[in-house]
Nanobody, 124 residues
Framework: QVQLVESGGGFVQAGGSLRLSCAAS????????LGWFRQAPGKERDFVAG????????GYADSQKGRFTISRDNAKNTVYLQMNSLKPDGTDVYYC?????????????????WGQGTQVTVSS
């Protein structure tokens, strides 16, 4: 059974930082691309960042470029999202996802497995 478990969310003031983690089990982690998405109540789930098999390929939504960094540790079956200079509009539930492809995708349909999400709240 595949499980993705996010952690690291919480409350932070605008300008602060958080590091999200997502621990995976039940899959050949190194053979999956990984992504982070965010979703507000009643809205679409939007792409935040993605990383391919070998960490050589990464990508970000335009609004996160330069502030967020995605990374993976295949030995620990974990993907991370370092979020710096957080803004109040960054308040959302953040989800990690795993896709059985070499390169990351930017669409929900590019991913096969999803975590339950972790809440990030940025106060102004």
């Amino acid at each position: 059974q595949v499980q993705l478990v996010e952690s690291g969310g919480g409350f932070v003031q605008a300008g602060g930082s958080l590091r999200l983690s997502c621990a995976a089990s039940g899959l050949a982690f190194f053979r999956y691309s990984l992504g982070w998405f965010r979703q507000a109540p009643g809205k679409e789930r939007d792409f935040v960042a993605g990383i391919g098999w070998n960490s050589g390929s990464t990508g970000y939504a335009d609004s996160q470029k330069g502030r967020f960094t995605i990374s993976r540790d295949n030995a620990k079956n974990t993907v991370y999202l370092q979020m710096n200079s957080l803004k109040p509009d960054g308040t959302d539930v953040y989800y990690c996802a795993a896709g059985a492809t070499f390169s990351y995708g930017r669409r929900r349909d590019d991913y096969n497995y999803w975590g339950q999400g972790t809440q990030v709240t940025v106060s102004s």
